[in-house]
């Protein structure tokens, strides 16, 4: 029974965690403060009372819909806090330590600002700074304790410094920006944990993963060459598989380096 409460007590915490980044993804990129003012439904104003903002139950109890007006509530908000309430549950330690709980919440934060960054730049095509600076904070003294001068400081110049390199580059030849800032302050944050030979996968597997989705969209008249295209969620969608689960790009062969 303490176990099961346990588990539920993490979901929990997870699922607020998520109910927090529904504001975050609506407001950051508009450059409203996530703290004030309090929710309200954007259609008529009406402020959210607390148990109208209980994570997933509340979208059930109103039908998803706003209790004031009835305008339909996004399924993105449930499933963003279902989804958070997951991953918390999967990163849980089977025993609970002051040094599994930091763990715990260190890669289940990593996991929450990638979740972040990955929906802002879907919908808005940008990687706030704001987020950026946090996942540095975050992963700055735990590289600088747990990882060798070298592997933390090339890795972050080569994210960084590589990355801008080749985004000069190619805007000098084409006349065009390759990657965005936010793409590459992310590439540098990264590189100060994954390390050199990591970062160096990212950027290769994230190019040719942005590349083959592109074609592919293309082909579908989905958008054309000049169409605004999130390039945040494809680093991303590799830095997991890196971070969480690594034993999966064995699978690779010659294109993943060792």
Known sequence: MPHLILKIFVFVFGSMIG???NVVVHRMPKNISVVTPRSSCPACGHQIKWYENIPILSYLFLRGKCKSCGTKISIRYPLLELFMGVVALLLAPS??????????????????????HFLIDIEHQILPDKINIFLLLLILPYSILNFPLLHWLAGGLIGFLGTLGITFLFYKLKGQIGLGGGDIKLYGILGVFLGPFEILNNIFLSCFLG???????????KMDRETPFAF???????????????????YLGPLYLN
Request: proline share 4%.
């Open 19 to 21: 109910s927090f980044l």
């Open 232 to 250: 945040g969620p494809f680093i991303i969608v590799v830095a997991v598989f890196q971070i969480y689960f690594p034993s999966l790009l064995k």
């Open 211 to 221: 590349a083959i989705v592109g074609m592919v969209l293309i082909a579908a008249k």
């Open 95 to 116: 025993a609970w330590t002051i040094d599994t709980i930091v763990m715990f919440l260190f890669y289940f934060s990593l996991a929450a600002s990638f979740t972040a």
